[in-house]
């Protein structure tokens, strides 16, 4: 298994991992400009596009999930929720849905809060198995959903105490269920607009998450309060951006 973490401008962190062996990768919340790092990249580790996958619908930064996809002949994926939303053809993926990439395993956790359409990305190398056991998952993609030391902003979808509550269930029933030594790697690092107290290391384990990030131990509504009151200032040009992301 290959795996690369890019960052982007804005304090955006793109990724592309995948199957060297099998000649396939999977690239996740690319931005707009930077689809020539990931055809260049791919190249480099002689494996094919097969699917490019957001998180969610951005508000921060322009999406080059499309133009991507399109350069490269693979499916382009949002959540299913989206259906109804964007103007432009997907492959919607639902909770629970597996992706194989060669010898690598993704399963999407639908992850609302941040955003309703916002999902996680678990993800398996089946070949760090011994033989006849199934592998443990070795890290999670959490997109706007939880950082190194903080949770991702409510307010984007405009019902921030209703979308808090929702951050904090889903990750209290999804991601901190899942096996302390699983890697964490979010869509952002320090600097972003997406999330306020973040820090600037780009990747944790969902165990030390649990031992020292703030908001993991408050009650939801300790939970709730606490992320209503330290909401970034509003993305600039989120407008713009939100209607380019949506194909409008």
Known sequence: M?????LAKDATLSYFFGCGSCHVGVAVDPVLGDEQRF????AKQDVK???????HVHADHFSGGRSLAELAGAAYCLHESNKSRVKYPFEALKDGQRIDVGNVVIDVLHTPGHTPDSICLLVTDKRRAPAGENATPWFVL??????????????????EAEMAGQIHDTLHQRL?????????YPGHTSGSVCGAGMSGKPMSTIGFEKRWNPMLAMSRDEFVAALTETIPPRPAEMDRIVAYNLGN
């Open 2 to 6: 290959f795996f690369r973490q890019l």
């Open 39 to 42: 055809i260049d990249e791919a």
């Open 49 to 55: 596009i097969t699917h490019v996958i957001d998180t």
């Open 142 to 159: 959490t997109g706007d959903t939880l950082f190194v030391g903080s949770a991702g902003r409510p307010d984007l979808a405009g019902r």
């Open 176 to 184: 901190l269920t899942l096996p302390a030594e699983v890697e964490l």
